[in-house]
Every structure is written in structure tokens, then in C-alpha cells.
């Protein structure tokens, strides 16, 4: 039987506000702390680039949805990419 083997999870949790960069820029600092501290996966929020619509449709939010690959993708890819594993 082969030994299991362990993953470090980190979650970030955090409390957005309507600024995209500023949003984003708080998850990549939860990244860096949770893989400063072992995690090799780390799990974000649903909606962490922006406040949280779901409550009521809102058809003027519809905006923030993102292609994959789009720009959190590729932003979120490059500190994968950086991170000295």
C-alpha cells in the first residue's frame, strides 16, 4: 500500500468592496500568506473581485463576469507562475 500523501489548503476569505484592483490585490496578499505558511492549494471566495450581487438580479452587474482565460485568470496565473515552490 503506498503511504497517503498530505496537500497544504489554504482558504482566503476577505471582505470586498466595489474596486476591482483593490479586491484583487487583497486575495494575491491572501495567496502569498497562505503559501508562505505551506499551502500548495489555496482557495478563494466565489466573487472576490467584487462585492457580492447575488441577493437580487441586477442586470448592471452582469459586467463582471470574465472570460477564462481573461484578466484574473492571467493576473492570479502570474503569482502561480512567480511563487518559489
Excluded at 466595489?18 to 500568506?33: F, P, Q
Aim: hydrophobic residues 40%; proline residues 4%; neutral net charge.
Amino acid at each position: 500500500m503506498t503511504p497517503a500523501k498530505s496537500l497544504k489548503v489554504g482558504l482566503v476569505q476577505q471582505h470586498c468592496i466595489a474596486d476591482r484592483a483593490a479586491n484583487l490585490r487583497e486575495s494575491i496578499k491572501g495567496i502569498r500568506e497562505a503559501a508562505a505558511k505551506g499551502a500548495r492549494l489555496v482557495l478563494l471566495q466565489e466573487l472576490h473581485t467584487g462585492l457580492y450581487f447575488c441577493q437580487t438580479e441586477d442586470t448592471h452587474v452582469f459586467d463582471q463576469a470574465e472570460t477564462i482565460p481573461g484578466p484574473s485568470t492571467q493576473e492570479l496565473g502570474a503569482v502561480a507562475r512567480n511563487w518559489a515552490w
